[in-house]
């Protein structure tokens, strides 16, 4: 059967290109003969191929979820929450409350998509570069996103706020491409009735962002750089919270 698969981050430097044509053997080959098939092909990978997702039409799969030619599939190395599209492009939910770009973010923007006349808590997180980590400088940082997944992701996230929070509002922007010291990577904002529902969804939203978002952060110091995934045990995106 022949495939393409999608990579990012480590994968792509590891392998050598963000997208490979694969031929993935057996009758009735699953996500896991895909990996291992990937790893003896390409055993400078092995280790990152390992703890990689497959991806299956955007959604995250199963250890053993059949694949069929006509799949769209992708290897989702464990994230840390630019692609190879155009730059200076803005992807957007449909609702306009999830957003994925080159161009810098704005507080007061995505702010006020969740102001609502009924609430009495607005809360903004904003995540930033840090220069400084232990004795290593950053000179700025490289996000990259599967961003067809990774924008429906971050809608995801809305919902779930939604569902364990009614009467909240969400709204989620994520930069991608370089982005230097002190500027802005993420912005979430939630509103809901009182204080502590405010902080509770903020709190969530940004610990799911790690955990189930394509996105991708490369750290540039002064000599190297390092694709930075999931950095908090073993990584499960199928898991709940």
């Known amino acids: 059967m022949q495939l393409t698969v999608k990579l990012f ?30 790893a003896d092909t390409y055993p400078s990978a092995e280790d990152l191929i390992a703890v990689s997702f497959v991806a299956v039409n955007q959604e995250y799969a199963t250890p ?22 155009e730059p200076n492009e803005t992807y957007r939910s449909q609702d ?26 607005t809360l903004s997180f904003v995540g930033t570069t840090r220069e400084m980590t232990g004795a290593q400088r950053t000179v700025h ?33 994520h930069r991608i491409g370089h982005v230097d010291i002190a500027e802005t990577s993420v912005i979430i904002a939630v509103s809901s009735p009182h ?28 000599d190297g750089s390092e694709w930075k995934g999931h950095q908090q045990g073993p990584w499960n995106p199928t898991l709940p919270l």
């Open 9 to 38: 981050a480590g994968l792509v430097d590891r392998i050598g290109s963000s997208v490979i044509e694969f031929e993935l053997s057996g009758e009735s080959p699953t996500t896991s003969d895909l990996k291992q098939q990937l």
């Open 64 to 85: 053993h979820q059949p694949i069929t030619a006509e799949d769209e599939i992708a290897l989702i190395p464990p994230v840390s929450g630019g692609d190879g599209q």
């Open 96 to 121: 306009g409350q999830y957003v994925i770009t080159r161009h810098p973010l704005s507080v007061d923007e995505v702010t006020s998509k969740v102001i609502n006349a009924n609430h009495g808590a």
């Open 141 to 173: 940082l490289e996000y990259e996103a599967y961003i067809p997944m990774a924008l429906s992701g971050l809608q995801t996230i809305g919902t779930e706020i939604l569902e364990r929070w009614p009467d909240t509002k969400c709204a989620i922007s």
């Open 195 to 222: 204080r502590d529902i405010c902080y509770e969804a903020s709190r969530y939203a940004i610990e799911r962002l790690k955990q189930v978002v394509p996105i991708w952060k490369k750290e540039v110091w002064e």
